[in-house]
């Protein structure tokens, strides 16, 4: 299940930390479309080890993404989408090895994306954009083969989008609003 649970105006204010001292018996948190505040506690990366579905999008989340969500070994869906949320993607998001479903959009992340979501042999659903990404598209994300939708578009990416099977149908709009971007399937790089 993708998408809004919209809880509307009946859960605010911030994620209680103790949420985290439920444990590895929780599967899923859906907690899309409400108005939580704040920052994501550490103990939910530390304590809900054995989460498959992470649903926080569409709040008004700030700080960042832990380094710790590699704890997260059984996790098939992460969407934290459409909050505030600053800093970079941690590397650590390719110890992911079952994610499939990874939305990061409409937020306040920069830095690079990491080349180690390549690892994430699972992955079909890749969204950034509309954040401050920069660098360059990894290879690694090219290379996966199970793709069934990307977007890239309105980053500060720059260089050759990469070749690979995971790119081969992807249309210009994935990739559009990175003036630094070049490629198939934008515009060919100036030599």
């Known amino acids: 299940m993708h998408g809004d649970c919209k809880c509307g105006d009946r859960l605010t204010g911030s994620i209680p930390s103790e949420l985290g001292n439920i444990g590895s018996k929780l599967e899923y948190i859906y907690l899309g479309g409400c108005q939580l505040t704040g920052a994501i506690p550490e103990s939910l990366y530390t304590g809900l080890t054995g989460l498959t579905d992470f649903y926080l999008n569409s709040n008004k989340l700030t700080g960042g993404i832990s380094k710790s969500v590699s704890n997260f070994k059984k996790l098939t869906n992460l969407a934290l989408d459409h909050n505030k949320l600053t800093g970079m993607i941690p590397s650590t998001v390719g110890n992911l090895k079952k994610l499939g479903y990874f939305d990061v959009s409409t937020n306040k992340l920069s830095g690079p994306i990491p080349a180690s979501l390549g690892n994430c042999k699972s992955l079909y659903h890749l969204t950034v954009n509309d954040n401050m990404l920069s660098g360059h598209i990894p290879q690694s994300l090219a290379d996966l083969t199970n793709y069934i939708y990307v977007d890239f578009s309105n980053n500060k990416l720059v260089g050759q989008i990469p070749q ?28």
């Open 164 to 191: 690979g099977p995971g790119f081969v149908n992807q249309t210009a709009s994935a990739f559009s609003g990175n003036k630094g971007l070049c490629g198939h399937p934008l515009p060919a790089c100036k030599s």
